[in-house]
């Protein structure tokens, strides 16, 4: 019987990974940078998308699919920054797979889009195994979840392309070592880039805006 679900997972997990790739190539296609931004609720995922909008829709197109098992809550912040946003609720799932978002990249303009904006159910287990076709795998963590976060789950950061500790002006209010957590996703992944970031720290979010930026142009070369 364990045999029989670890085969059924395997199938799910493979029969995803294609789609992901399909997915990979229609955005590649039309030069389309993806962007899969994955966290905790309340992790900061929707305020750090929001300011990278801010401060680059202006030099590029950018369209968001929003997913949560309420797609609409986020979605209306995205369309008051006026970038298409398609919304995908996912239900009774607690991540975002390559068939949701091959579904919504059918209502996408991806002709005129440059950067795409996935933003991932609001947890930092169920979306470690789905790839989407993104070009980029982003995690963010908050402090406020607590500096032992990261070891309790290591294979969201051990995936990840980008992690980034949020929230870092209340650390010490909350009482959380930001660099301890910095240290634990080194140990985990040595070479993922790790930035610390809050939305009152202007230079923090240039760090943050800068990579997408250098991810984009390195898409379109």
Not at 174 to 196: F, G, H, T
Request: charged share 30%; hydrophobic share 45%; with cysteine.
């Amino acid at each position: 019987m364990l045999m029989h679900v670890i085969n059924m997972e395997h199938d799910v997990f493979k029969a995803n990974d294609k789609i992901a790739e399909k997915n990979r190539k229609k955005l590649d296609k039309y030069q389309v940078f993806s962007v899969n931004v994955m966290g905790a609720i309340g992790s900061g995922k929707t305020t750090l998308i929001e300011e990278a909008i801010k401060q680059l829709k202006e030099k590029y197109k950018i369209t968001v699919i929003a997913g949560d098992v309420i797609a609409e809550m986020d979605s209306s912040r995205f369309r008051k920054l006026g970038v298409p946003t398609i919304p995908v609720n996912t239900g009774k799932e607690c991540h975002l797979d390559a068939k949701l978002v091959e579904k919504a990249l059918n209502e996408v303009d991806l002709e005129n889009t440059d950067l795409l904006f996935i933003e991932n159910v609001g947890n930092l287990i169920c979306p470690v195994d789905f790839k989407l076709g993104e070009h980029l795998r982003v995690v963010i963590v908050s402090v406020t979840e607590g500096d032992d976060i990261i070891l309790k789950h290591p294979m969201i950061f051990k995936t990840a392309e980008l992690a980034i500790i949020n929230k870092v002006d209340i650390a010490h209010a909350v009482d959380v070592n930001a660099e301890k957590m910095r240290e634990d996703i080194l140990s985990l992944n040595p070479d993922v880039p790790v930035i610390l970031t809050s939305k009152h720290d202007w230079e923090s979010l240039e760090t943050w805006i800068g990579f997408i930026e250098l991810g984009l142009k390195k898409n379109a070369q």
